[in-house]
């Protein structure tokens, strides 16, 4: 539909109030105003008009200056007061036609001014000219009040910044998203919601634009993490919009992504987690291994490998179960992991019944005492181990190798070094400690082998 059909110039129902004390008058423009077509009602007095003009909202007014009782200008004064009535035009109509007379007339909120006697194609030119004047403003204020409905109403957050920075507005979703539903956000600066380098990015672009309008691009949307009011990080995905309106001004749209990182954090946690014994997986000890190998070369302090096995592991699934030798893992597991309390620790399950421990910024003999506490705490679990040759209850082998990294070392030779402890303390008759301190013979050979 377009705008003309909205048009009162073609509408033939509007609403025309003619208020006049003389008969005569009042009867001609009338006679008037129905053969254009409008739908006319008549008042003699200004008490009669306010409540003619309160009881139907006509979409105009001709209103007599001079009347008994309540005159026209005191008429006109009323009906401006009441927001009922306040935006109906009034053309007033008067034979008093003085330069203080009309301006007063206007001062009061009159929309023009007809002197009598009246001509009457020229009242007819007035009326048509003030309908359509008013269709347009009705038609504007609609659009802008859909407009504000529509924002809002908007799910995602909107802020409009000025070129400076400054937050120019926002809507109802963005000030609950950044929990200012009760204070305003609009005239606080970007970096009070932003980091300083990525603040500065915005308002490096917002000069760009201002400085060169035609050539500057859209900036697009980008993940964001924008300070809450109370202090807490969000994160949004920011969309910018830059737009010219007798100022540079951008337009930000905000879409609540905290939901979708969370879940996609989930899913990255999950990835790096052994879905039995809720430990690190291998996956996740490898990267971790690597992080923790590099930080050792630039520190040169040691690092050192655990690598445990559970003894007679297939005899304890055969006779009791797979049931049972999963909640068996289950529980070495969160013993291991117990011993694992710093940040550069971590334990995960490597594969079958084999779990690693990875000690940054740790010696041999304190990687040793380490597995030791870790193979008795297994042990004082008595977890029944019906088939075992080594003990009535469950327990575990372990090998440790410590290496203070270098550019010509490698992660498998440390694995390879602490895999063959493990399993001298097999042959040794399991349920033991074995180590390989750093620059032994053992782990040189090893690494020997390993770089061949």
């Given at each position: 539909m377009n705008s003309g059909s909205l048009s009162f110039a073609?509408?033939?129902?509007?609403?025309?109030?003619?208020?006049?004390?003389?008969p005569e008058n009042l009867g001609a423009l009338r006679k008037m105003m129905v053969e254009q077509g409008y739908q006319?009602?008549?008042?003699?007095?200004?008490?009669?008009?306010?409540?003619?003009?309160?009881?139907?909202?006509?979409?105009?007014?001709?209103?007599?200056?001079?009347?008994?009782?309540?005159?026209?200008?005191?008429?006109?004064?009323?009906?401006?007061?009441?927001?009922?009535t306040q935006r109906i035009p009034i053309i007033?109509?008067?034979?008093?036609?003085?330069?203080?007379?009309?301006?007063?007339?206007?001062?009061?909120?009159?929309?023009?001014y007809i002197?009598?006697?009246?001509?009457?194609?020229?009242?007819?030119?007035?009326?048509?000219?003030?309908?359509?004047?008013?269709?347009?403003?009705?038609?504007?204020e609609e659009q802008a009040e859909r407009l504000r409905t529509i924002v809002n109403n908007m799910a995602e957050g909107l802020l409009i910044f000025e070129a400076d920075g400054?937050?120019?507005?926002?809507?109802?979703?963005?000030?609950?998203?950044?929990g200012y539903q009760l204070e305003p956000l609009a005239g606080r600066s970007i970096t009070e919601l932003l980091n300083p380098l990525v603040a500065q990015e915005y308002l490096d672009y917002f000069a760009r634009y201002a400085a060169a309008p035609q050539t500057a691009h859209n900036h697009g949307t980008r993940e964001v993490i924008i300070r809450h009011r109370n202090g807490s990080s969000v994160c949004m995905d920011l969309t910018l919009t830059p737009m010219y309106l007798r100022q540079p001004l951008f337009i930000g749209l905000l879409h609540d992504i905290t939901h979708h990182k969370q879940s996609e954090d989930a899913l990255q946690r999950a990835a790096m987690v052994d879905p039995l014994t809720k430990i690190a997986n291998r996956r996740h000890f490898d990267s971790f291994l690597e992080k923790e190998w590099q930080?050792?070369?630039?520190?040169?302090?040691?690092?050192?490998?655990?690598?445990?096995d559970v003894d007679h592991f297939k005899l304890y699934n055969d006779t009791l179960g797979h049931p049972a030798g999963d909640a068996c893992l289950q529980q070495v597991a969160q013993a291991i992991a117990s011993h694992a309390l710093r940040p550069t620790d971590l334990a995960a399950r490597y594969g079958g019944e084999e779990f690693v421990l990875?000690?940054?910024?740790?010696?041999?003999?304190?990687?040793?005492?380490?597995?030791?506490?870790?193979?008795?705490?297994i042990e004082s679990l008595?977890?029944?181990?019906?088939?075992?040759?080594?003990?009535?209850?469950?327990?575990?082998?372990?090998?440790?190798?410590?290496?203070?990294p270098h550019q010509l070392d490698n992660t498998e030779s440390l694995f390879v070094a602490a895999d063959r402890a493990m399993y001298v303390a097999k042959e040794g008759g399991r349920n033991q400690v074995q180590a390989t301190k750093t620059g032994g013979a053992s782990l040189a050979a090893v690494k020997a082998m390993v770089m061949r």
């Open positions: 073609t509408r033939r129902d509007a609403a025309i109030l003619i208020v006049d004390d003389a006319t009602f008549v008042a003699t007095s200004g008490e009669r008009a306010l409540k003619i003009a309160r009881r139907v909202h006509p979409d105009l007014i001709l209103l007599d200056i001079m009347m008994p009782g309540m005159d026209g200008y005191e008429t006109c004064r009323q009906l401006k007061s009441q927001a009922s007033f109509m008067s034979a008093r036609t003085d330069t203080e007379d009309v301006v007063a007339g206007f001062d009061i909120g009159a929309v023009d002197s009598k006697p009246l001509r009457m194609p020229e009242v007819c030119a007035r009326v048509r000219t003030q309908l359509q004047i008013r269709s347009k403003s009705e038609t504007h400054r937050i120019q507005m926002t809507n109802p979703a963005c000030d609950k998203y950044l930080r050792a070369m630039r520190s040169g302090q040691p690092l050192s490998l655990v690598v445990l990875l000690f940054a910024e740790t010696d041999g003999d304190s990687a040793y005492l380490l597995a030791e506490s870790i193979r008795a705490h008595q977890i029944p181990h019906p088939r075992s040759t080594t003990s009535a209850w469950l327990t575990v082998s372990i090998g440790v190798a410590t290496i203070h």
